[in-house]
T-cell receptor, first 113, second 110 residues
């Protein structure tokens, strides 16, 4: 059982470039989220989805887009990369709410130069 | 918005108990979680507690919740070197959105 798979694991971008971070889960989970992790700041929610076709903004959505065309996939798009987006990005999925475990991917370490 | 705070570092000797603390600002009823992050990995759920409970025990882990002070703690008994990691508390909002604390780096020394 693969769980939550993120690709790539590492990426270096130049300022202004765009890219898509991929996230796929094989657990038929309805809820999926993207977080960024920065030193001393914990994880902050970027965007989340409660099911296919439904997305909403989290705490730090600026500069990122998402879509959810299937239950399995939840890609995160950086439209025009900035050095402030240098971070470790985590995708998570869960079956539901209320004591349900969120399963996390291994993370994507992104550096914007 | 919601604030969840943790101290950044904790160092203990192997075999001692570790206590990791967390405070939060929103007092509405919800689930509170403890996650563990090992180096280079994602987060793994350790345990959780609903906000109408005072305590939950799960093997070496004990979660204490003081609702009046909005204070959550995780006690790890007989701490081992394998427990060295970053520990995050998190509070669940609507749609399973999690608000995480800053994380506590636990270092276990021999």
């Amino acid at each position: 059982n693969a769980g939550v798979t993120q690709t790539p694991k590492f990426q270096v971008l130049k300022t202004g470039q765009s890219m898509t971070l991929q996230c796929a889960q094989d657990m038929n989970h309805e809820y999926m989220s993207w977080y960024r992790q920065d030193p001393g700041m914990g994880l902050r929610l970027i965007h989340y989805s409660v099911g296919a076709g439904i997305t909403d903004q989290g705490e730090v959505p600026n500069g990122y887009n998402v879509s959810r065309s299937t239950t399995e996939d939840f890609p995160l798009r950086l439209l025009s990369a900035a050095p402030s987006q240098t971070s470790v990005y985590f995708c998570a999925s869960s079956y539901g709410t209320g004591g349900m475990e969120a399963f996390f991917g291994q993370g994507t370490r992104l550096t914007v130069v | 918005g919601e604030d969840v705070e943790q101290s950044l570092f904790l160092s203990v000797r192997e075999g001692d108990s570790s206590v990791i603390n967390c405070t939060y600002t929103d007092s509405s009823s919800t689930y509170l979680y403890w996650y563990k992050q090992e180096p280079g990995a994602g987060l793994q759920l350790l345990t959780y507690i609903f906000s109408n409970m005072d305590m939950k025990q799960d093997q070496r882990l004990t979660v204490l919740l003081n609702k009046k002070d909005k204070h959550l703690s995780l006690r790890i008994a007989d701490t081992q070197t394998g427990d060295s990691a970053i520990y995050f508390c998190a509070r669940e909002g609507g749609g399973n959105k999690l608000t995480f604390g800053t994380g506590t780096q636990l270092k276990v020394e021999l």
